[in-house]
């Protein structure tokens, strides 16, 4: 049996199951960054008031593409912060003002977001559904630089 995009339906479950899973994360990581934008101090206010600010628009983007493509593979994508919370693997963060641990927790998410992408990437390849693969080959490549870019940021 396949779905409305000629996936097969079990393997599309499977999909949507991990990308909502994403989702969940993208969600809760999407607020912790909000959170360090808002309340970041110290010397490297202003440059890391916008990086944050950068990742949040970004982040937000990829929620609502996730969302869609959840759509697209006839499943319901999780819209209540409860959901979020109890699914995902990202845990909320408060009263982090540091720079450094701001970073190393942003570092720390992206790490639990790229295992989720790649693991997506395999099943996607393995149901022939290349707009999931397109999708999370992207998300993998724009993930591993911005690490690279934040660990350098640590030094």
Same mark, same amino acid.
């Given at each position: 049996?396949?779905? @409305?995009?000629?996936?097969?339906?079990?393997?599309?479950?499977?999909?949507?199951? =991990?990308?909502?899973?994403?989702?969940?994360?993208?969600?809760?990581?999407?607020?912790? @960054?909000?959170?360090? $934008?808002?309340?970041?101090?110290?010397?490297?206010?202003?440059?890391? $008031?916008?990086?944050? =600010?950068? @990742?949040?628009?970004?982040?937000v983007i990829k929620i609502d593409e996730i969302a869609e493509r959840v759509l697209t593979l006839d499943g319901t994508p999780l819209h209540s912060f409860e959901s979020y919370l109890k699914q995902s693997e990202i845990k909320s963060v408060e009263g982090v003002i540091d720079a450094q641990l701001s970073v190393k927790t942003i570092l720390e998410n992206f790490y639990v977001l790229l295992i989720k992408e790649r693991n997506i990437l395999e099943l996607a390849s393995d149901a022939t559904d290349e707009g999931t693969v397109s999708l999370m080959s992207d998300y993998i490549t724009q993930t591993e630089k911005t690490m690279w870019m934040l660990n350098a940021y640590l030094g």
């Open positions: 049996m396949k779905n @409305l995009i000629g996936i097969d339906a079990n393997q599309s479950k499977k999909i949507v199951n =991990e990308l909502n899973d994403l989702l969940a994360n993208y969600q809760v990581f999407y607020q912790n @960054l909000r959170g360090f $934008h808002w309340n970041i101090k110290g010397k490297s206010f202003f440059e890391l $008031h916008l990086k944050f =600010e950068e @990742l949040y628009n970004d982040a």
